[in-house]
């Protein structure tokens, strides 16, 4: 659901009287300029910025990483569109063409996600690499982005919940073509706030893991608990089929008891120790190579000087 009338205010936050531009006030080459394209852009430089600075704690580099983005960013734009698309179709059928245009919007984060993973997949099987640490960075990075990217549906006006008839704090007040102010609840703040709190814990957290994947297992606990929630709030669920099952809310379900079961079970089951990670590997390797280099030089030193 979009709000194209009045502003916007936060009464609980003392913020009044907003009036969020959809677009930049300039063209370029003709186009306008999104806010919600800009924010989401933002948001991914913010995330890459950080995998940069963290990337040798998860036994990698950063070349490598920049490979995986390559993969995976292009097919989580594609799944998050094709997600979108999916369970909108009837706003499309007429103009199949408009699916195109997502600068003006409609991208779903669990579809981009999942594009995500896939290009993951594709990158490990191509580059021959242990998937599960990109995984784990890739949380990271999402976390940031979502937060952040959050703010993109303000811009463009969107993703607001249910109407609001008490004097909640964090309520939304928007006003109508007739003058008059309701509240509705941001569910856009919500989920960027909760983002927020998973990205912060998740980070102290993922310097304490004890295997790959840990920290993707995490963050899809984490977000699944918290979409769950706000998803049900929502007055523009994607819903399935003809069903009043919304997508994302059952998504984020299974979402949050698989990660909390294979949690479970590794925890039990495996009771790993760190030892096994990539990071934890590489050093033994590396601390190897010069050893044997060394040796191999003094032997040929050897042979050579008598």
């Not at 009464?11 to 800009?38: A, D, M, V």
């Not at 109407?163 to 964090?170: M, P, Q, S, V, Y």
């Not at 089929?241 to 379900?253: K, Y």
């Given at each position: 659901?979009?709000?194209?009338?009045?502003?916007?205010?936060?009464?609980?936050?003392?913020?009044?009287?907003?009036?969020?531009?959809?677009?930049?006030?300039?063209?370029?080459?003709?186009?306008?300029?999104?806010?919600?394209?800009?924010?989401?852009?933002?948001?991914?430089?913010?995330?890459?910025?950080?995998?940069?600075?963290?990337?040798?704690?998860f036994g990698t580099n950063f070349d490598l990483v920049t490979d995986a983005i390559l993969f995976a960013v292009p097919?989580?734009?594609?799944?998050?569109?094709?997600?979108?698309?999916?369970?909108?179709w009837e706003a499309y059928r007429s103009n199949p063409i408009s699916a195109l245009y997502i600068w003006e919007g409609?991208?779903?984060?669990?579809?981009?996600?999942?594009?995500?993973?896939?290009?993951?997949?594709?990158?490990?099987?191509?580059?021959?690499q242990k998937i599960t640490p990109y995984l784990d960075i890739m949380a990271l990075g999402l976390l940031i982005g979502q937060l952040i990217g959050r703010w993109g549906n303000f811009f463009?006006?969107?993703?607001?919940?249910?109407?609001?008839?008490?004097?909640?704090?964090?309520?939304?007040?928007?006003?109508?073509?007739d003058g008059v102010v309701r509240y509705w609840h941001p569910t856009f703040l919500y989920e960027s706030l909760w983002n927020l709190v998973g990205f912060i814990v998740l980070h102290f957290l993922s310097k304490k893991r004890k295997y790959d994947g840990q920290t993707f297992l995490q963050y899809a606990a984490w977000y699944g608990l918290g979409r769950f929630w706000i998803e049900g709030l929502r007055t523009d669920s994607l819903y399935i089929?003809?069903?009043?099952?919304?997508?994302?809310?059952?998504?984020?379900?299974v979402s949050f008891l698989a990660a909390v079961i294979a949690m479970l079970y590794i925890r039990l089951y495996k009771n790993p120790d760190g030892s096994k990670m990539l990071v934890n590997r590489k050093p033994e390797t590396a601390e190897a190579e010069p050893e044997a280099a060394v040796e191999e030089a003094v032997e040929n030193e050897g042979v050579s000087h008598p």
């Open positions: 659901m979009f709000f194209d009338a009045g502003t916007i205010s936060f009464p609980g936050l003392g913020i009044e009287g907003i009036n969020p531009p959809r677009t930049l006030p300039f063209s370029i080459f003709g186009k306008e300029i999104y806010f919600y394209g800009l924010v989401i852009a933002l948001g991914f430089l913010l995330a890459i910025l950080y995998v940069r600075f963290r990337v040798k704690q097919m989580a734009i594609i799944c998050a569109r094709i997600y979108y698309v999916a369970f909108r409609g991208l779903a984060i669990y579809g981009g996600v999942i594009g995500a993973i896939l290009g993951l997949l594709l990158f490990s099987k191509v580059k021959k463009n006006r969107e993703c607001y919940g249910e109407e609001i008839l008490n004097g909640f704090f964090l309520r939304m007040g928007i006003e109508g073509a089929g003809g069903t009043d099952l919304r997508a994302s809310q059952v998504l984020a379900g």
